[in-house]
């Protein structure tokens, strides 16, 4: 199935999709790799005030190349999910609902995934241009001092994305190979 859903997300929006379901993002998105993910969890257990609201909010784990001339934003390929682990069970917890990347997640993040009704969404790795052509525009919004990791507001339009690890758990790096193997379509 193919489902467009927009930002902020409610767990409601979530709850009819299935892993391997194809996702149209729409509305603001964050991006936050392993520095940002760092300086926020810090951030938090300091107290402070973080960047940007997490209720119903979409990561990007996303370091952006620098744009060319005429363009909004560089290449915008997911980085690796695996690396942000330990941290994103505390931004599920605070209201953090669509994780996006690529790649497997621990059990963690699978069950964090689950108890908070939110889903993690798989980019296209290796296509960093046909990503970047759903940013409608970018603004750097916390730590420009991280260069690409710094944090930023990203508007996006029909960001194509599909649903790997859906609200009840269901994880389409587990299914996905199960179904090649048995011959089913």
Request: net charge neutral; charged share 25%; glycine share 10%.
């Amino acid at each position: 199935m193919e489902y467009k859903i927009t930002t902020p997300i409610d767990s409601n929006d979530l709850e009819k999709l299935r892993a391997g379901d194809t996702v149209l993002l729409s509305g603001i998105v964050y991006t936050a790799r392993d520095q940002a993910h760092k300086r926020l969890f810090e951030a938090y257990e300091r107290g402070e005030t973080l960047p940007f609201n997490l209720k119903g909010s979409a990561i990007y784990y996303v370091g952006p190349t620098p744009e060319k001339a005429g363009e909004v934003i560089g290449s915008a390929g997911p980085t690796t999910s695996g690396r942000m682990d330990k941290y994103s069970p505390l931004l599920l917890d605070l209201g953090n609902k669509v994780i996006i990347g690529k790649g497997k997640r621990n059990q963690t993040v699978k069950d964090s995934i689950v108890k908070n009704k939110a889903v993690y969404l798989g980019a296209i790795g290796g296509a960093g241009a046909l990503m970047a052509e759903s940013i409608k525009s970018v603004e750097v919004i916390a730590w420009p001092d991280l260069g690409c990791e710094a944090v930023r507001r990203l508007e996006v339009k029909d960001m194509p994305l599909t649903v790997v690890i859906d609200t009840q758990g269901n994880d389409l790096y587990v299914t996905g190979p199960e179904k090649y193997r048995s011959g089913c379509n």
